[in-house]
């Protein structure tokens, strides 16, 4: 098989590094051409890459990688395997997708995809795309702050941000936000609101359990003035339970709000004393992830697992 991987070279640790994936690859068979994702222009990059006969695209590293592919990809007709390389991995996550690129490189079959919604942001700036989530309040208010200090590695990168987030929500006044799904407002004081396309967001959380990547919908996720202190308290366990979130699944939704930041995906915005505006939904083509096939030894495995 043939393939183009994109690999951010700054991600992941020694055995997970551009050698040990391109040996896994040729483990499996597979014949690439290398596009960094540090690369000047990368997107000029990829689409050079593309003009070339491939099977399928490989995203190797963490989210803002994984993202960057996935929306930049013209051919969404063409399958894209991920490595996920980062700390919280959400869209792999939210996928089910785990373990090393040595590991996921043989279950990787081409007729074996999962379609996934690619969202669009309409607003005063333009029209951007995003996997992850597009967010106003408390969630970008985190990036702002995150983007300041020294980044951690691995779980402690989880644990910092989960920490950073339970201050700010200390911190957070409430903000005046209007939420129409599919032409329902919802109007209130919101710590903050995500409209979320994939189940993980932020540090590792479920934010969004019931979303669906797929389904050509999304979640609005509402994060209430009082549910404050069960937020705080549902960040020591995230997994552990469901989030102490309101939820709005719809088509199209639209946000409406007054001096407070935004972000999509990763990428955060600052907005003192603007009033905007914004319509979310996802675009009509979906891309197409490959989804790992299990060896027989692993489902028996996993199987006793259930049953015990």
Same mark, same amino acid.
């Given at each position: ?10 991600? *992941?640790?020694? *055995?997970? @590094? ?63 395997a991920l490595l996920p ?17 040595? +590991? ?83 109007? *209130? ?25 797929? @389904? ?7 994060? +209430? ?18 989030p102490p979130v309101t ?18 995906? @990763?990428?955060?915005? @600052? ?7 914004? +319509? ?25 697992? +259930?049953?015990?």
């Amino acid at each position: 098989m043939r393939a183009i991987l994109c690999h951010n070279p700054t991600a *992941g640790t020694k *055995g997970h @590094d551009k050698d040990a994936i391109l040996g896994a690859l040729k483990l499996a068979d597979i014949d690439v051409r290398y596009v960094s994702t540090k690369n000047g222009d990368f997107e000029e990059a990829f689409r050079d890459a593309l003009k070339k006969s491939a099977d399928f695209v490989i995203a190797a590293g963490g989210d803002g990688t994984i993202a960057r592919v996935l929306t930049t990809l013209s051919d969404r007709a063409l399958p894209v395997a991920l490595l996920p390389l980062g700390t919280a991995n959400n869209a792999a996550r939210s996928l089910g997708i785990a373990g090393t690129p040595q +590991e996921l490189v043989e279950t990787w079959k081409l007729d074996r995809t999962a379609p996934v919604d690619i969202g669009s942001v309409k607003g005063p700036w333009g029209t951007t795309r995003f996997l992850e989530a597009f967010g106003v309040g408390v969630l970008p208010e985190l990036l702002l702050t995150a983007a300041k200090g020294k980044k951690p590695e691995g779980a402690d990168n989880l644990r910092k941000g989960r920490a950073l987030l339970q201050q700010a929500l200390k911190d957070a006044e409430p903000i005046d936000i209007e939420v129409i799904v599919d032409g329902r407002s919802v109007r *209130g004081k919101f710590l903050g609101v995500e409209v979320m396309n994939i189940p993980f967001t932020g540090p590792g959380l479920p934010l969004a359990e019931k979303a669906d990547a797929g @389904d050509g919908k999304l979640d609005a996720i509402l994060l +209430e003035a009082e549910q404050r202190k069960a937020l705080i308290e549902w960040l020591d366990a995230p997994l552990d339970s469901p989030p102490p979130v309101t939820t709005r699944k719809g088509s199209k939704i639209e946000l409406i709000w007054t001096d407070a930041p935004n972000r999509l995906d @990763d990428h955060a915005f @600052d907005n003192e004393d603007k009033k905007l505006a914004a +319509e979310v939904a996802c675009e009509e083509e979906q891309a197409h992830v490959l989804i790992p096939v299990k060896h027989p030894a692993q489902q028996t495995a996993e199987a006793k697992a +259930e049953s015990s």
